[in-house]
């Protein structure tokens, strides 16, 4: 404890530090009092609730503080963004022009984060339309269409816009990803209510304190696993040639290359939640096919055949979407050109294929581990846990909220570090989600 203390106050004596801790709780701040601010022309009172706690709509209102099932101007949250991210991300791999811009460093980052957010504009406004039309009854609006519609269009995307600027202003003046802390925020808002509703209901009667308390050393465990899957990482080490320029001898040492056991992070789990609510929507818009025994089963998010289909589709979702990130071609260009080989493997070409070789064989367990992580949630609630609480048992949340953790405390430590003083534990560092040797110009989404 007195270590804690003593931690605390070097982090208040380093002024820099202490200014972008509360310059974040104050960002923070303004996003978690916006979204209770309600659109204007609804009526509160009268919105039902009740649709946005299941399926995509309730990870959508999770990752969104609440602000969706409360009809706030922050509703859609930053979600738009990640998606403009995630595609700008894939046309860089597709679109030759966008691949150019990857590879002009500063100025090209720059043009695609200008893309980003054009991009963002418009799915924000799709989405709003989207919104609007289906989660809010005709007894809340209290302007009529098409008025409603389209002062609220422009207020959710406005909303969205502000979230991503208070984002940046996080990253710049704070401290940590400023979009992660948001999303981190939004779903750590949800455990307070989920943490009260599960104690509730096991002591008054549905298995006692005892239970309760094994769900929690559950958890604890849960969060500790997925702490190695995402600092787990597998070293290649790499020689440096010696160089003498003058009297002075540079290079002749040996360093690693730290291979991410998960470089896809999340990613792989949101796009296979994505494909998993086919079958729900299907069955929605085709009344004859909602009868259909495999739609049933694959709308089941407690049947074993959906989460059989949801674990496979993560690890190829895991494959492939390491493969768009991971560029092994461009690491042997960048160990040749700075005089590194592997030992005992050739520059060039060899080094190419054993780079590859070892990222496949690694993300092999790292895919495995990620399917078990996103299928806990559902194997909890099969065993009486909370629908809201077994959430945090593992999936998306969990994976996030881990990440993000660990990023910003690395950062603290890394400021303290650089004042002389000690880091946040007595022995080893903190790693955060950073060391993935990306392909060339591609710049990883916030989550």
Not at 145 to 172: Q, R, S
Not at 186 to 214: C, D
Not at 293 to 308: D, E, G, K
Request: hydrophobic residues 50%; charged residues 10%.
């Amino acid at each position: 404890m007195k270590k804690f203390f003593t931690t605390l106050s070097n982090i208040w004596k380093i002024e820099d530090l202490r200014v972008r801790i509360t310059n974040t709780l104050l960002f923070l701040l303004i996003y978690r009092v916006g979204s209770f601010i309600v659109l204007p022309g609804v009526n509160a009172d009268t919105l039902n609730n009740s649709k946005a706690k299941e399926g995509l709509v309730g990870l959508l209102n999770m990752f969104a503080g609440g602000s969706f099932s409360r009809s706030s101007i922050f509703a859609l949250g930053v979600m738009p963004y990640i998606s403009a991210s995630i595609v700008v991300q894939l046309l860089g791999i597709a679109v030759p022009y966008f691949t150019k811009l990857q590879k002009e460093g500063e100025s090209g980052r720059n043009k695609l984060n200008q893309w980003t957010r054009y991009l963002t504009i418009g799915i924000t406004a799709l989405q709003a339309i989207g919104y609007l039309k289906s989660q809010i009854p005709a007894d809340a609006m209290l302007i009529g269409n098409p008025l409603f519609l389209v002062l609220n269009t422009f207020v959710l995307t406005a909303g969205t816009l502000f979230v991503m600027w208070l984002g940046e202003k996080i990253t710049d003046k704070g401290i940590g990803n400023g979009i992660s802390l948001i999303i981190m925020v939004g779903i750590i808002a949800q455990l307070p209510a989920a943490f009260a509703t599960e104690f509730q209901s096991r002591t008054n009667g549905a298995g006692g304190l005892i239970t309760f308390i094994v769900e929690i050393v559950a958890l604890l465990g849960v969060v500790m696993f997925t702490i190695l899957i995402v600092q787990g990482t597998r070293k290649i080490a790499v020689q440096y040639a010696k160089r003498i320029v003058g009297n002075k001898q540079y290079g002749g040492v040996r360093q690693y290359i730290p291979l991410k056991v998960n470089a896809a992070g999340v990613m792989p789990i949101i796009f296979a939640q994505a494909l998993m609510f086919i079958p729900a929507t299907v069955a929605q818009f085709f009344p004859n096919a909602a009868s259909n025994s495999i739609l049933i089963a694959l709308s089941n998010y407690n049947s074993w055949q959906h989460n059989v289909v949801f674990a496979i589709l993560i690890i190829l979702f895991t494959y492939f979407y390491t493969a768009i990130t991971v560029n092994p071609k461009q690491m042997s260009d960048d160990m040749k050109k700075n005089g590194g080989f592997i030992p005992g493997v050739a520059p060039g070409n060899a080094t190419t294929t054993y780079i590859d070789e070892v990222i496949s064989k690694i993300t092999l367990p790292g895919s495995i581990f990620l399917a078990i992580v996103a299928i806990i949630p559902a194997l909890a609630s099969m065993v009486g846990v909370s629908s809201l609480f077994a959430r945090f048992f593992g999936g998306t949340s969990l994976i996030i909220l881990v990440g993000v953790v660990l990023d910003t405390l690395q950062q603290i430590e890394s400021h303290l570090l650089m004042r002389h003083y000690d880091g946040l534990m007595k022995t080893g560092r903190i790693k955060g989600r950073s060391g993935v040797p990306a392909a060339a110009g591609t710049t990883p989404t916030a989550i």
